[in-house]
């Protein structure tokens, strides 16, 4: 004999799912036979399915605000909503819910038009089997989930696309004339995987007067906040140094940008900038806490370390301005420590200055180009080993073409 009917919850009992948890239904019907089937259905299929029941829009929406069933069962005939429009009131109220409607024989064609609002299955009363109502029910969220991961899936990629083009937006193109006077090579890999930019960065830009301005910096780690924080910096560089900063009065206000812009107080970068005299071997060199450079000539390699001050961030007010001369054929090799800071292949041994000045003495033979794609590559087969390079890397290499 049947127990007592509590009209607002059905609770099968002992049914034996092949699920690690009973799937959690929730039936929206006013008349109460067609719920007592639905009932009977389920426990006839065997499934693991608890059922609660709503009697009305109202009722399901209280309930829902209470706990979140794994699918709703829908009448499309409700006392407080109907048709495609029922449809729609459970969307609004969870827009993750999987949904089947129930349709009578004659409103087959409300089924469809609900699947094309949203549902992901129909049955029509009167012609259920137990198992046809079970497969729908399990056809129902597997076919929700798969929807909900390809919109995520899309969504994912047009946020790639859409920071990609941000990203390429941001990187910099050389602002030279015509005939600059220079040759500049670059090459540039951030460590984060499928990014464009990095903690690392660089510029070049021609002033009114024929000098060539060249920096590169690295911000302390190489995650999205620091390469927002790098674009930041480099484009302030550009900008003051086409307002007519120089030397420290340029550090100085780069120090202001930096604090301003960074996400935490403990970050800092390191920059170094060269400015080229137009017509003249002189040029001048200031240094952040920024490495050194590489001096490549004809054959020869040798690493140039002019006198620096703190990194920005710091707090420095000053910082040496180093006035040197560049020879004839010769090109300055900037860059950043990622590229030495990888391993050496020899244990736990980093490659550091020295072993990047063994490697770029081993290809000085190579031409600009060639020399600075050859000390990437290096640098990268040396730490293969290890797992490859985990830093970016940013590499420039400026030779005057006028002697």
Not at 49 to 66: D, P
Not at 265 to 281: E, K
Request: charged fraction near 25%; charge should be negative.
């Amino acid at each position: 004999m049947r127990a007592p009917y509590d009209p607002q919850v059905l609770n099968p009992a002992g049914f034996a799912g092949a699920t690690k948890r009973p799937i959690s239904l929730l039936l929206i019907e006013d008349d109460q036979g067609d719920a007592i089937l639905v009932e009977e259905l389920i426990s006839e299929a065997g499934a693991d399915i608890s059922v609660e029941w709503a009697a009305s829009m109202a009722i399901a929406q209280e309930k829902l605000a209470v706990h979140r069933p794994d699918c709703v069962l829908l009448d499309l005939n409700l006392p407080d909503a109907n048709g495609v429009a029922a449809v729609d009131r459970v969307a609004k109220l969870d827009a993750g819910l999987p949904i089947v409607v129930l349709t009578g024989l004659n409103d087959q064609h409300f089924g469809m038009s609900a699947m094309a609002s949203g549902a992901q299955d129909y049955l029509v009363k009167g012609h259920v089997e137990p198992e046809t109502l079970h497969r729908s029910v399990l056809y129902a969220i597997e076919r929700k989930r798969t929807e909900l991961t390809a919109v995520d899936l899309h969504t994912s990629q047009m946020r790639a696309q859409e920071n990609a083009r941000l990203e390429r937006a941001l990187l910099p193109l050389p602002l030279l004339d015509d005939d600059p006077g220079v040759e500049i090579v670059m090459q540039y890999r951030p460590s984060r995987e499928n990014a464009l930019l990095g903690g690392d960065f660089y510029d070049m830009v021609q002033t009114p007067d024929g000098t060539v301005h060249v920096m590169v910096g690295d911000v302390a780690g190489h995650g999205p906040d620091e390469a927002a924080l790098g674009a930041a910096l480099r484009i302030a560089w550009r900008a003051l140094t086409f307002a007519g900063l120089r030397g420290n009065d340029r550090m100085r206000r780069l120090e202001q940008v930096l604090r301003a812009e960074r996400a935490g107080t403990g970050i800092f970068a390191t920059v170094l900038s060269i400015a080229m005299w137009p017509d003249s071997r002189g040029f001048t060199a200031v240094r952040a806490g920024h490495p050194g450079m590489l001096l490549h000539g004809p054959g020869t390699v040798e690493w140039v370390e002019p006198p620096a001050g703190p990194a920005l961030g710091l707090g420095a007010q000053q910082w040496p301005l180093n006035e040197l001369e560049l020879p004839d054929g010769h090109g300055l090799v900037l860059l950043t420590d990622g590229l030495f800071e990888g391993h050496s292949g020899i244990g736990e041994k980093r490659l550091g200055e020295d072993g990047l000045l063994e490697l770029a003495r081993s290809i000085a033979e190579l031409p600009g180009p060639e020399f600075v794609a050859g000390l990437i590559e290096g640098a990268e087969a040396r730490a293969a080993s290890h797992g490859g390079m985990t830093d970016d890397i940013a590499v420039l290499r400026v030779e005057r073409t006028r002697r």
